[in-house]
Structures are given as structure tokens and as C-alpha cells.
């Protein structure tokens, strides 16, 4: 499995995911050189051709499971899009998220339900290749969480987002 982290390039925040997920191996991506300096890149398309080529060198027959925590998701889904242009079959796209910890002492700050999460998902998703995808968090609303997952994945695979999303 490779996994993209988030836009600090905290790799850690896999370590507890890599103590359950025994099958096979973790890799994380490290935004930096051999050289250890940062990767200075112009786009999210560059940084996830520089992945994908250390992705290829280190193809060994095994299934291409790719994800990615918050940013990082933005940057697997373009190392998909460049791996299936190349005929290299992803099996698996996982999106990592959590919520963020209560940082705020401000009673009246904004608190998000998970229809609206889901709601701004799509809309980043939407963002991202250039649609208006704005969907109401009522649509989301009384269904089970899997039906709310299947129901993000068809409103992003009627947009030409040919992604898989699991629970």
C-alpha cells in the first residue's frame, strides 16, 4: 500500500494504520530528495509523477493499493489518474480522513456534521477538476453511513471520477 500524507509531510500519522495492516507492506512518501532537501514542485501533478516513478520501480506483482490523508488524497488520485494512463491497474483508492481535534475554546465556532463533511468532500473533489459539484448535506441524511459512501462515489463517478470507496 502507498500512501500519500497530508500537506505538513508527516508520515508518522501512518505508523498505528501499519500495525493493523499486516498483508503486505506500507510505503509512505517523504516530500524530500535523496539529497534530503524538499521537493520543490509547481503542481500536485508533478509531485505525483515523481511518486509514481519510484511506485513503478518498485513494482513487484503484488495488487497497487494507493491513498492518501487530506491533501495527500488530491496527490493519489492524480498518481492514479498517471498509472492507469501508463496500464497499470490500481486495485484500491483509499481516502483517509479524521476529524480534526477540539481545538477551539470558542463556543460558538462552527462544528461539522458528517453529511456536511461529505458535502465538502465532493465539492473539493469538484474543485479540483474544475465542476461545480454542490451538494446539499440533506442528501446525505438519513442513511447509513454506507449508503452515504456509495452515494459520494456515484456522484463522483457520474463526473468522471472513476473512484472506489470503501468504509
Same mark, same amino acid.
Given at each position: 500500500?502507498?500512501?500519500?500524507?497530508?500537506? %505538513?509531510?508527516?508520515? @508518522?500519522?501512518?505508523?498505528?494504520?501499519?500495525?493493523?495492516?499486516? %498483508?503486505?507492506? $506500507?510505503?509512505?512518501?517523504?516530500?524530500? %530528495?535523496?539529497?534530503?532537501?524538499?521537493?520543490?514542485? %509547481?503542481?500536485?501533478?508533478? /509531485?505525483?509523477? $515523481?511518486?509514481?516513478?519510484?511506485?513503478?520501480?518498485?513494482?513487484?506483482?503484488?495488487?497497487?493499493?494507493?491513498?492518501?490523508?487530506?491533501?495527500?488524497?488530491?496527490?493519489?488520485?492524480?498518481?492514479? @489518474?498517471?498509472?492507469q494512463? @501508463?496500464?497499470i491497474?490500481?486495485?484500491?483508492?483509499? $481516502?483517509?480522513?479524521?476529524?480534526?481535534?477540539?481545538?477551539?475554546?470558542?463556543?460558538?465556532?462552527?462544528?461539522?456534521s458528517?453529511?456536511?463533511?461529505?458535502?465538502?468532500?465532493?465539492?473539493?473533489?469538484?474543485?479540483y477538476?474544475?465542476?461545480?459539484?454542490?451538494?446539499?448535506?440533506?442528501?446525505?441524511?438519513?442513511?447509513?453511513?454506507?449508503?452515504?459512501?456509495?452515494?459520494?462515489?456515484?456522484?463522483?463517478?457520474?463526473?468522471? /471520477?472513476?473512484?472506489?470507496l470503501?468504509?
Amino acid at each position: 500500500m502507498f500512501l500519500i500524507p497530508g500537506i %505538513d509531510g508527516n508520515v @508518522m500519522s501512518f505508523r498505528k494504520l501499519g500495525e493493523y495492516y499486516t %498483508d503486505n507492506q $506500507i510505503v509512505s512518501f517523504l516530500p524530500i %530528495d535523496s539529497e534530503g532537501s524538499v521537493i520543490q514542485v %509547481d503542481s500536485i501533478q508533478e /509531485l505525483a509523477r $515523481i511518486y509514481v516513478d519510484d511506485v513503478v520501480r518498485s513494482l513487484d506483482g503484488s495488487k497497487i493499493i494507493i491513498g492518501g490523508y487530506s491533501f495527500g488524497v488530491l496527490v493519489a488520485y492524480e498518481m492514479i @489518474m498517471l498509472l492507469q494512463k @501508463m496500464e497499470i491497474n490500481v486495485e484500491h483508492f483509499v $481516502i483517509l480522513e479524521r476529524d480534526a481535534p477540539e481545538t477551539s475554546i470558542d463556543p460558538n465556532e462552527k462544528t461539522y456534521s458528517r453529511t456536511e463533511k461529505l458535502s465538502n468532500i465532493v465539492s473539493i473533489f469538484g474543485n479540483y477538476i474544475g465542476k461545480s459539484l454542490n451538494v446539499e448535506p440533506a442528501y446525505f441524511a438519513e442513511r447509513t453511513e454506507k449508503e452515504q459512501i456509495q452515494l459520494v462515489q456515484e456522484i463522483l463517478i457520474q463526473n468522471e /471520477l472513476e473512484i472506489e470507496l470503501n468504509q
